[in-house]
């Protein structure tokens, strides 16, 4: 026998919009942890398709995560176009709006980069910059985790690949800076 349980919109509905976002940060963030804890113990079914799945369902709560604290400070705050999906530029604003050392954390699927790595020089640097850039625009992540071709009809350009272990770490990583971020909102309400 099959026991039903709706589940329904409306509790999340009757939240502020903010806490929405949060809402549906952790159910993407969980899935993803649930899924890649399946691809780590089971070898049989683990291929690049799950894995991207499991990105494409981090890299959306990274975002949600950032639009809800974003919005939390700012609540007339806009999403729109490709900003919206765009982590480097989310993450930016929301560090911006928490700039306490409590709130700063190492974000996953981040392209930004140090002004100085290793013996590259600033030419190098600047050059190796601009050729991510292009393979942004030409494989945009947010795209690249969802879909196995571009709007072109064409394969992604470009190695990627996936190792469910460590991105499991990732993910719990993930989960306890949502969590203390959740703490330290709790203790700071909203101005």
């Not at 009757?14 to 899924?35: I, V």
């Not at 079914?45 to 959306?60: I, P, Q, R, T, W």
């Not at 930004?112 to 850039?133: C, L, N, Y």
Request: charged share 25%; with cysteine; proline share 6%.
């Amino acid at each position: 026998m099959i026991a039903w349980r709706m589940l329904h919109f409306s509790d999340v509905q009757q939240q502020p919009n903010h806490e929405q976002l949060f809402a549906f940060a952790d159910a993407y963030l969980d899935s993803a942890q649930a899924l890649c804890a399946r691809l780590c113990s089971d070898e049989e079914k683990v291929g690049y398709a799950h894995g991207a799945v499991v990105m494409s369902l981090a890299f959306h709560s990274l975002e949600l995560f950032f639009k809800g604290g974003i919005l939390r400070m700012q609540p007339a705050e806009r999403f729109g176009g490709k900003a919206g999906h765009d982590l480097d530029m989310l993450s930016k604003r929301y560090f911006e709006l928490y700039p306490k050392r409590e709130f700063q954390f190492d974000v996953p699927f981040s392209s930004q980069f140090p002004d100085v790595i290793g013996d590259m020089t600033a030419e190098e640097i600047t050059a190796f910059k601009a050729h991510i850039e292009d393979l942004n625009k030409r494989a945009p992540e947010d795209q690249r985790h969802r879909y196995p071709i571009g709007i072109n009809g064409k394969t992604w350009e470009g190695a990627f690949g996936f190792e469910p272990s460590s991105f499991l770490l990732t993910l719990k990583e993930l989960q306890q800076v949502y969590a203390n971020a959740r703490c330290q909102f709790n203790s700071h309400p909203p101005p």
